[in-house]
Each structure stands twice: as C-alpha cells, then as structure tokens.
Nanobody, 123 residues
Framework: QVQLVESGGGLVQPGGSLRLSCTSS????????IGWFRQAPGKEREGVSC????????YSADSVRGRFTISRDNAKNTVYLQMNSLEPEDTAVYYC????????????????WGQGTQVTVSS
C-alpha cells in the first residue's frame, strides 16, 4: 500500500496563502492519480482537487476553482496544493490520497491516504 505524508498546514489569515505538500517514500507518486481532500468538523470528507497519472490533467471542485492549484514535481516525488485567497470556510484537515484516476474525486475511489494536515483560516 502506498504510504503518503502531508505537510504545510497551519494558521493563516483570510485572504492568505498556503502550499501543502504530499510525498511518499518508496512509491513513485507519478504512477497514481493523486487527490486532495478535506474534512471540516462535523462534515463529510470532500474532494478538492486531483491530478491524473497519465497526462497530469487537473480537476478541482467548484468551491476552490480559481483559488487552489494542484501540481506535481516528479523530481521531488511530491504533489502540491497551492491555496490562495483562503477563506474561513476552507478550514479543515487536508488529506492527500492515491488512486487509479480522477474521474470521480470521492474518497471511496482512493485507496491509500496520508494522516492529514490541519489548515485553519482565521483572523
């Protein structure tokens, strides 16, 4: 099973930016579609963005499109989620996960998960 590690979370003011990283030791992330998900207290885990394994096509939820950007750096075996114009509603634990494709960015499609990183947007 792919083992993933997220980093880069923290406390940021509304309108600020953060860049999350997802990396793996022992597994080549470029072999998988990598999705970013988030879960706020009392809410279900939701898909945020995904980058495919074949051609690096990217997909984003309507709530973050234009603000969040997903990308890969294969030399570093890392997938990033650049988050700009953050809003209090973006507060959640963010997870990266590996799966076969980005056709459906839902948790049940993705089989390997990291432990998550907390993002808090507050003044």
């Amino acid at each position: 099973q792919v083992q993933l590690v997220e980093s880069g979370g923290g406390l940021v003011q509304p309108g600020g930016s953060l860049r999350l990283s997802c990396t793996s030791s022992g597994f080549t992330l470029d072999d998988y579609a990598i999705g970013w998900f988030r879960q706020a207290p009392g809410k279900e885990r939701e898909g945020v963005s995904c980058i495919s394994s074949r051609d690096d096509s990217t997909y984003s939820a309507d709530s973050v499109r234009g603000r969040f950007t997903i990308s890969r750096d294969n030399a570093k075996n890392t997938v990033y989620l650049q988050m700009n114009s953050l809003e209090p509603e973006d507060t959640a634990v963010y997870y990266c996960a590996a799966g076969p494709h980005c056709l459906r960015i839902v948790p049940m499609v993705f089989g390997s998960w990291g432990q998550g990183t907390q993002v808090t947007v507050s003044s």
